[in-house]
């Protein structure tokens, strides 16, 4: 096999004709098998993972002011796209169904939330709540760093498993060795390039503006692996779908990070000694168990409304991933546009809605 894509017989309505694929017209039965090594894997073992939150609900909305003193502001760690639910997990879960069909189970991690339009009885679907994975005393929690923590404890979750966030999406047909090595079954790390890494974070302490809360704390997690393994691996995320395995994402936490991940784990909002998930792929690629692949644009895209036109970045990159990206730069304004654009592109309902 070992490409990005599924053959070309591809039709969204009849599936893949291959010998070792089986998918039924509406891909409720997927079964696709490919070895790694001594080993046979199928993507019934492969799961998806997603956080959620309804930013404008009134309960949540209260019980957040109520431990962190105010809901929002335009700061990295409050801002309004932080929790602001433009309907993006609708169209990521349509972005799944389309280009990702293998996937078992789709783990949906919330703070006691629904989405309305969810249909939480499908089999493939999974509403986890943050009290059935966190500790008690760490709760509430309004940090996405923290919450990323504790992945590994959702009750069924497989061993080799997906995670994104709700703004992240699939955006061609991808098999299981996009993101898993068919040589052994490892983790396949996506990150670009950065010719400055090494001296750019100097240079922007001594700038006015300074490093960003997310670029430090992505700092902070390679220097945590260099000093411990001696690895040193230059470049940012490339903040998009990641694939992990439970086994190593369990280590990382309770073992081999252990001191920072308890001196954090009680940040109810971002802060600057968060360890970022990064940090867990990089440390899976120290030991060996997990392959670095640099990626452009064309594999992997973070889109800003603020500075690009989405229909014309999507013709020209053709991403096989995206994010659409919400941060404090982004304004009600281009809020307001994130439905109908992913409308356009994911017309097509998926069997997890009502």
């Not at 694939?243 to 081999?256: F, N, T």
Request: aromatic content about 14%; proline content about 5%.
């Amino acid at each position: 096999m070992g490409l990005d894509y599924f053959p070309a017989q591809y039709n969204k309505n009849k599936g893949f004709k291959s010998d070792s694929q089986l998918i039924n017209k509406n891909f409720n039965i997927v079964h696709y098998s490919f070895t790694f090594a001594s080993m046979t894997v199928t993507t019934q073992e492969i799961d998806l993972v997603y956080l959620w939150v309804d930013g404008e609900d009134p309960i949540w909305k209260v019980k957040k002011s109520r431990f962190t003193e105010l809901v929002y502001d335009n700061s990295e760690t409050h801002n309004k796209g932080r929790y602001t639910d433009n309907d993006e997990l609708k169209y990521a879960l349509r972005s799944a169904h389309q280009y990702a069909p293998w996937i078992r189970r789709i783990f949906i991690v919330t703070d006691n939330q629904r989405p309305k339009w969810l249909d939480t009885s499908h089999p493939k679907i999974t509403v986890v709540d943050h009290r059935e994975i966190f500790p008690e005393d760490a709760l509430p929690c309004y940090n996405s760093s923290v919450i990323e923590y504790f992945l590994y404890k959702i009750p069924g979750l497989s061993e080799r498993f997906l995670y994104a966030n709700d703004d992240m999406f699939f955006n061609a047909p991808l098999s299981p060795a996009f993101f898993f090595a068919e040589v052994d079954g490892f983790p396949i790390v996506r990150m670009k390039k950065n010719l400055l890494d090494i001296w750019l974070y100097p240079l922007k302490r001594m700038t006015k503006k300074g490093v960003g809360q997310y670029a430090e704390t992505v700092r902070r997690g390679a220097t945590m692996v260099k000093e411990r393994f001696g690895k040193y691996y230059a470049g940012t995320p490339h903040h998009n779908i990641d694939a992990y395995l439970k086994s190593d994402y369990k280590k990382a936490v309770e073992d081999v990070f252990k001191e920072e991940i308890l001196a954090s784990q009680f940040n109810r909002t971002r802060s600057r000694n968060d360890v970022q998930r990064s940090t867990f792929s990089l440390y899976a690629l120290s030991q060996g168990r997990a392959h670095l692949k640099y990626v452009g644009r064309r594999t992997s895209s973070r889109i800003l409304l603020n500075k690009h036109d989405f229909r014309a970045y999507l013709e020209k990159y053709h991403p096989k991933l995206f994010c659409l990206n919400d941060s404090q730069r982004i304004t009600d304004a281009h809020r307001s546009s994130i439905g109908e654009l992913l409308q356009q592109q994911f017309p097509q309902k998926s069997p997890f809605e009502l």
